[in-house]
């Protein structure tokens, strides 16, 4: 038979991919050499969650008291935690490979092989089809000095299922501060280092000083601008000298290595001539077209943003501009968020990144210090940040605080529609705020371009979340 499609690896964009061609009248086959799902399912995002969900539990109970609770003789079990992510992890991948059947698509398991244009194989099997996706994902990036037994990168630290006493985390991105969040609160020494000025060195520098102040007050000691010389394997676990502004040595039971991942381009897919950028990934343009019309790339290996949904809109993307569509990403109004305390959510410019350009914008923020309903949950860190062009549309929003992952979805639907400050009143949700009457306006937006009540929905809508969670969490 020949496929329609063939589709290597079957992640966030090579599973979405896969069902969504077979849905517009494919005949689709998906190869996956290890588990469905891919990293994001099995040792990305979702573990990744599932340890949070148990670890802020956990803080949680620890702070019950500020909330007039006692507890008592409360533990966390780090094999519990393990196999409750296992069930979850597992649950996930079975759920893929049901769609995936329910959806007619064929599923190779085994390392793929591209032997041309039309035609590759998988292990002994050999696969005909007329178009191509590109699906392969990306692998954590390991250097000296971290190249010494034991290193951990997310790869393997899932399989952990005893708590360290003392963590070095390389990398203050987003991996490694969600995974310094985990293991402060569980109970190990947590120590971050990252070479660049500040943590999450790809968002604002005022996102960053919160969460760096956050994490500190939390007992994480943080490192920046500090470089890494050398690792020796110890009896019980790794000496490390750094280099600030000057050497020091410190000694740690773990390392965990977070310093950024590399798109899984093979000898085999270069060999058919698809063009590379000057990292190694496939180069795609917005409609996920590489330069060879019937092979197309989505998700980590076109190393553009390294996110789940992104990855999965790509894949729908490619498969509908194969039948013929013009479907082009908006990677502007992707949002990004952190899992950490404070959470964080932005989609969007940044401010930093308006600065470096050069381009004129206007700033509303409000500080969670004066948001009645952030105090009620003990939450004092953070900010709401709106960001428009000079003719007041949203190009930006940035939350720093509690449930800032969940509130940001009004500022993408802002972004990307293009709305200005008077839209977002108008189309806001200000019917539906429970705890709307009485309160006064939240965002204090600079400059002049609105009066405060304009943001007053933003302020709602967060509200409304925040007292929906909670209220089901009560229940
Ligand atoms: C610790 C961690 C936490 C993360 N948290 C989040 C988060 O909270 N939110 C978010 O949006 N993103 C998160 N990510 C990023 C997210 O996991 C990735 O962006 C996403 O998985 C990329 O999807 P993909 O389909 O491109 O690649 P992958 O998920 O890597 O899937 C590629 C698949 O292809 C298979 N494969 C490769 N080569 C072949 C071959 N030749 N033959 C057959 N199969 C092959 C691989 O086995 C793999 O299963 C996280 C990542 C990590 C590491």
């Not at 990036?141 to 997310?154: A, E, L, R």
């Not at 539906?432 to 006064?440: D, F, H, N, V």
Request: a positive charge; one cysteine or more.
């Amino acid at each position: 038979m020949v496929y329609d499609l063939f589709v290597i690896g079957g992640g966030p964009a090579g599973y979405v991919a896969a069902i969504r061609g077979s849905q517009l009248g494919m005949k689709v086959a998906i190869a996956e050499e290890k588990f469905l799902g891919g990293t994001c399912t099995n040792v990305g995002c979702i573990p990744t969650k599932s340890w949070l969900a148990s670890s802020e539990l956990f803080q949680n109970i620890k702070e019950a008291k500020k909330f007039g609770i006692t507890t008592e003789n409360f533990s966390i079990d780090m094999k519990s935690v393990k196999s409750r992510t296992d069930r979850v992890v597992m649950k996930g991948r079975k759920g893929i490979e049901y769609l995936l059947k329910k959806n007619n698509v064929d599923l190779l398991t085994g390392h793929a092989t591209v032997d041309g244009l039309n035609k590759a194989h998988v292990s002994d099997k050999v696969v005909e089809f007329k178009n191509l996706l590109l699906a392969q994902g990306s692998h954590p990036i390991k250097f000296p000095p971290f190249n010494v037994d034991g290193v951990m990168t997310s790869d393997e630290i899932f399989s952990l299922d005893k708590i360290p006493s003392s963590i070095l985390i390389v990398g203050g991105g987003v991996i490694g501060v969600e995974m310094a969040n985990f293991f402060s609160s569980i109970g190990s020494a947590v120590t971050v280092v990252e070479v660049m000025d500040h943590i999450l060195p790809n968002m604002d520098g005022d996102v960053a000083e919160v969460l760096t102040n956050s994490m500190k007050k939390r007992g994480i000691e943080i490192h920046t601008a500090t470089k890494t010389l050398s690792v020796d394997k110890i009896a019980d676990g790794f000496k490390v000298a750094f280099e600030d502004k000057e050497r020091f040595e410190k000694t740690f039971e773990m390392i965990l290595l977070s310093v950024g991942r590399k798109s899984n381009v093979t000898d085999d897919i270069k060999a058919i001539g698809v063009a590379l950028d000057q990292k190694g990934n496939i180069i795609t343009d917005d409609g996920l077209r590489t330069n060879i019309p019937s092979v197309y790339a989505a998700g980590d290996i076109n190393g553009k943003y390294m996110l789940a949904h992104v990855a999965s809109r790509e894949g729908i993307v490619a498969v509908t501009n194969m039948k013929g569509g013009n479907l082009k990403m908006d990677y502007r109004s992707s949002p990004s968020v952190i899992f950490t305390t404070p959470e964080i959510g932005s989609v969007g410019y940044g401010e930093d990144e308006l600065k470096k350009a050069g381009i004129e914008y206007k700033k509303g923020l409000f500080p969670m210090t004066a948001l009645g309903r952030a105090r009620t949950l003990e939450f004092n860190d953070g900010f709401g940040k709106i960001l428009t062009d000079k003719g007041g549309n949203i190009i930006g929003v940035t939350i720093v605080g509690p449930m800032a992952t969940e509130v940001l979805m009004e500022g993408v639907i802002a972004v990307h529609s293009k709305m200005n400050l008077d839209n977002l009143l108008e189309h806001g949700f200000k019917s539906r705020c429970p705890l709307q009457s009485g309160q006064k306006p939240v965002f204090f937006f600079k400059g002049g371009i609105h009066d405060r009540n304009h943001l007053w929905n933003f302020r709602c809508t967060f509200f409304r979340l925040s007292w929906n969670k909670n209220n089901s969490h009560a229940s």
